[in-house]
């Protein structure tokens, strides 16, 4: 059984770092067409953050986050990483990591779109207070 696993969320103040984690497991990263980072605030759309593509490894970054988040991954150890450096009230989210098994996000061209996510973690909260 596929499973995705996010951990590293928590209460921060703004300024603060934090560093989640997702481990995949059932299922080798390299497969992947692309893995990456949603959110979704309250009463908002879940959005895109962070994603990697795993056959020629690009990343790519929500305008919002650039420069201040970094994705990564250890394909060793099929996890992928989002640290989280300066955040913002306005990063207060359930994260969620996602991975696409099916190529949907090659066939639309994008990242940013979850329909074209097939396999969905349970989500780990961060929290930024001002």
């Known amino acids: 059984q596929v499973q995705l696993v996010e951990s590293g969320g928590g209460s921060v103040q703004a300024g603060g770092s934090l560093r989640l984690s997702c481990a995949a497991s059932g299922y080798t990263s ?13 009463g908002k759309e879940r959005e895109g953050v962070a994603a990697i593509s795993t056959g020629i490894v690009s990343t790519y970054y929500a305008d919002s986050v650039k420069d201040r988040f970094t994705i990564s991954r250890d394909s060793a150890k099929n996890t992928l990483f989002l640290q989280m450096n300066s955040l913002k009230p306005e990063d207060t989210a359930m994260y969620y990591c996602a991975a696409d098994t099916q190529g949907n996000t090659v ?8 329909p074209d996510y097939n396999l969905w973690g349970q989500g780990t909260q961060v929290t930024v207070s001002s």
Not at 30 to 42: H, V
Not at 107 to 114: D, F, K, L, N, V
């Open 30 to 42: 390299s497969g992947f067409f692309y893995w990456g980072w949603f959110r979704q605030a309250a």
């Open 107 to 114: 066939i639309h061209g994008t990242w940013a779109t979850p």
